[in-house]
């Protein structure tokens, strides 16, 4: 099953996120809150990941999703924080948008990271394109055009923040429209003609512009790039062909990029993408409960069903789990003082955005 094909059966409700009790006394059921609509990408993700992890626990318990949307994700993580409880039988996956707001200080986070324990991580990645009519095959090309180009966005300081800064730094001049409600509303206007230029995650891409760019009617120019074992810029394995940010602004530029600004970018990068969606559970949680959890994720990444079926719905990067996900929940979550300003500076002075 693809990922259209899971995103349809899931989303009229033939694809469960559960999994039958082994034996008639069944366990208690796992709640999962997710922290935006169904049918959304988080939404397929956690749905995906739950039917395995029902699968996986002992006893099988039933894991029913909860989705909390609002606040761009924070009040899902507001609802987790004040409600879970120290049985572990609620758990909480993250995206993006809920790391960005802890680490900018948004007014509306009444949760801490430090709070909770870390079950599993899954990285993501990203590619950006224009419409073929555009006339251009790369980034240089775009930006050699010296003309200003539109761009849709959720919120400046969403996952967002990431291609934004990543064009201003290529030298883009970027017309934001800010407030769309997803980002399939953005890739409908650009296919519309009200946009020039997109990005989508690596799930939404491969599933919805790829079949694009196949007919001619988009062309990708770069992906934001990847991390790979050992912490070194790399392509993004879902887009091998694709250069790389870090590659397009050396070829723009005839540099490495440096600076405060592509210290907030490296920050947001891995707290955005390399460590996109979290799983959580309270850090009240006793050690040996929380443990089953890590291991039955654990048992999933080394699972090669598990691995081929995820591939196509949430792209060829592995989940992390055990040591690997304490690591990147550190990364995730590091961001210097003076990179914080220099970042919530640029909100306010680029998008008139305090978070």
Known sequence: ????????????????????????????????????????GTDVWARFMAGWLSATLPDRPEVRLLNVSGGNSTRAANFFAAEARADGRMLLGTTGSTQFAALLGDRRVQ???????????????GAIYVPSALGVGSMAQLVARGRTVHFGSIGAASLDIVPLLALEMLGLDVAVLLGLNSRNAARAGLIGGEFDVDYQTSPGYLAQVQPLADAGRVVPLMSLGALDAHG?????????????????????HGRDPDGAEWQAWQALFRAGFAAQKMVFLP?????????????????????????????????????????????????????????????????????????
């Open 1 to 40: 099953m693809n990922r259209r094909e899971f995103i349809a059966a899931a989303t009229a409700g033939v694809v469960a996120p559960v999994c039958a009790p082994a034996s008639a006394h069944a366990a208690q059921p796992i709640q999962w809150v997710v922290p935006f609509q169904e049918g959304g």
């Open 111 to 125: 949760y801490d990271y430090a709070d909770w324990r870390i079950v599993a991580a899954q990285p993501s990645g």
């Open 232 to 252: 070194r810029w790399a392509r993004d394995p879902a887009f091998p062909a694709l250069p790389a940010f870090p590659e397009v602004f050396r070829q723009i």
């Open 283 to 355: 850090g009240s949680v006793p050690v040996a409960r929380s443990q089953l959890f890590r291991e039955a994720f654990s048992h999933m990444a080394a699972n090669p069903r598990f691995r081929d079926q995820a591939a196509p719905v949430l792209g060829p990067y592995p989940l992390l789990t055990g040591a690997r996900a304490d690591a990147a929940l550190a990364q995730a979550m590091t961001m210097a003082p003076d990179i914080r300003k220099w970042t919530r500076d640029w909100l306010e002075r680029r998008f008139r955005v305090t978070p």
